[in-house]
Antibody
Framework: QVQLVQSGAEVKKPGSSVKVSCKAS????????ISWVRQAPGQGLEWMGR????????NYAQKFQGRVTITADKSTSTAYMELSSLRSEDTAVYYC?????????????WGQGTLVTVSS | QSALTQPASVSGSPGQSITISCTGT?????????VSWYQQHPGKAPKLMIY???NRPSGVSNRFSGSKSGNTASLTISGLQAEDEADYYC???????????FGGGTKLTVL
């Protein structure tokens, strides 16, 4: 049974950066893809980007290009999402989610979410 | 503004059936059979309910079913139960660099 456990809530100042982790257990970390999806308060889901750990290749939604970096450490089965130049609109719950890497694969396991609050 | 369009809310009484629509374009919903549906209870992570338009993961009740016609996908919940009250999101693979797009979500109220 795959489990994704994320790091705890963060409070950040505008203009700073935040790095959220997502540790996987169960399954084979390198054989699947990890995406990051965020949800602003009272809003819908928004895909930010993903990484294929076995290749170390990440791709990002155009909206976040240049501001988000997704990495993975195969030795610890942990994925990371770093978002820079934070603004108040980045206040959201950030989820990591797994898919099997195939085209159009669904997100079958999700982390519990990490609340990031951006406030001066 | 979300890439896929869903009604903001739907409601039904216990035992009834409801359908939630999800409208996209030929670049996403209409072009691929990669539509998924997620259920989200307040304060919880989304849960996969339907994938590849109409397939149910193991453990998901057969009261949940999915379909697609043209650029519109649909989620039907039959025999509504109180625990079905939640937000529902559709998603689709897209040929754009975004890779996956979501709908804005539909709040289901069981009356």
């Amino acid at each position: 049974q795959v489990q994704l456990v994320q790091s705890g809530a963060e409070v950040k100042k505008p203009g700073s950066s935040v790095k959220v982790s997502c540790k996987a257990s169960g399954g084979t970390f390198s054989s699947y893809t990890i995406s990051w999806v965020r949800q602003a308060p009272g809003q819908g889901l928004e895909w930010m980007g993903r990484i294929i750990p076995i290749l170390g290749i990440a791709n990002y939604a155009q909206k976040f290009q240049g501001r988000v970096t997704i990495t993975a450490d195969k030795s610890t089965s942990t994925a990371y999402m770093e978002l820079s130049s934070l603004r108040s609109e980045d206040t959201a719950v950030y989820y990591c989610a797994r898919d099997d890497g195939g085209k159009g694969s669904p997100f079958d396991y999700w982390g519990q979410g990490t609340l990031v609050t951006v406030s001066s | 503004q979300s890439a896929l369009t869903q009604p903001a809310s739907v409601s039904g009484s216990p035992g009834q059936s409801i359908t939630i629509s999800c409208t996209g374009t030929s670049s996403d919903v209409g072009g691929y059979n990669y539509v998924s549906w997620y259920q989200q209870h307040p304060g919880k992570a989304p849960k996969l309910m339907i994938y590849d338009v109409s397939n149910r993961p193991s453990g998901v009740s057969n009261r949940f079913s999915g379909s697609k016609s043209g650029n519109t996908a649909s989620l039907t919940i039959s025999g509504l139960q109180a625990e079905d009250e939640a937000d529902y999101y559709c998603s689709s693979y897209t040929s754009s660099s975004t890779y996956v797009v979501f709908g804005g979500g539909t709040k289901l109220t069981v009356l």
